[in-house]
T-cell receptor
Framework: SQTIHQWPATLVQPVGSPLSLECTVE??????LYWYRQAAGRGLQLLFY??????ISSEVPQNLSASRPQDRQFILSSKKLLLSDSGFYLC???????????FGPGTRLTVL | QKEVEQNSGPLSVPEGAIASLNCTYS??????FFWYRQYSGKSPELIMS????GDKEDGRFTAQLNKASQYVSLLIRDSQPSDSATYLC???????????FGTGTRLTVIP
């Protein structure tokens, strides 16, 4: 069966510091991978998605970036965090872009 | 206009009752619809997928899709306190390559 991991689970970072969140998927090959952010009391906002190694599509302009160095690894990064980057970051995977998505446990980021 | 609309609630039902959650959407060409459950502080969990008009049942859950009226519903029979969560509606828009999510309806089942 497929499993999706995210770490760290929680993170508190000062404004202006860098960020690196990691997501890995087990039990499947060539998954589509997604990064979402869920701000407090708000819906899910798609940040990036990837259909393969090195292929990244960005949905919203921001100071975040994503990379996919391996088939089942997806990384979300920032060089300098903003207060507005606080939120619940969720990684998800799907078989194709047109199927249901399955979410990882998430990383709760607080920027102070 | 938002692609996906849900009543934010909260919706409160007594234990054992039927909870009815609704979602409307604006794109008539939407083809795939999903319901997720999200407990407080946790990530969304897929509970139902529906692709064609009509009802789809899975245990205590029934998803209903009406493309002509552009709504999708989730019924939870014999509601339990453990069903208390936020329920997210999601759909795949025509020509899009990712899901669009509603903001969710918070359900509370009262023992």
């Amino acid at each position: 069966s497929q499993t999706i991991h995210q770490w760290p689970a929680t993170l508190v970072q000062p404004v202006g510091s860098p960020l690196s969140l990691e997501c890995t998927v087990e039990g499947t090959s060539n998954p589509n991978l997604y990064w979402y952010r869920q701000a407090a009391g708000r819906g899910l906002q798609l940040l990036f998605y990837s259909v393969g190694i090195g292929q990244i599509s960005s949905e919203v302009p921001q100071n975040l970036s994503a990379s996919r160095p391996q088939d089942r690894q997806f990384i979300l990064s920032s060089k300098k965090l903003l207060l507005s980057d606080s939120g619940f970051y969720l990684c998800a995977w799907s078989v194709t872009l047109y199927n249901e998505q399955f979410f990882g446990p998430g990383t709760r980021l607080t920027v102070l | 206009q938002k692609e996906v609309e849900q009543n934010s609630g909260p919706l409160s039902v007594p234990e054992g009752a039927i909870a009815s959650l609704n979602c409307t959407y604006s794109d008539r060409g939407s083809q795939s619809f999903f319901w997720y459950r999200q407990y407080s502080g946790k990530s969304p969990e897929l509970i139902m997928s529906i692709y064609s008009n009509g009802d789809k049942e899975d245990g205590r859950f029934t998803a209903q899709l009406n493309k002509a009226s552009q709504y999708v519903s989730l019924l939870i029979r014999d509601s339990q306190p453990s069903d208390s969560a936020t329920y997210l509606c999601a759909l795949l828009l025509t020509g899009a390559n990712n899901l669009f999510f509603g903001t969710g309806t918070r359900l509370t089942v009262i023992p």
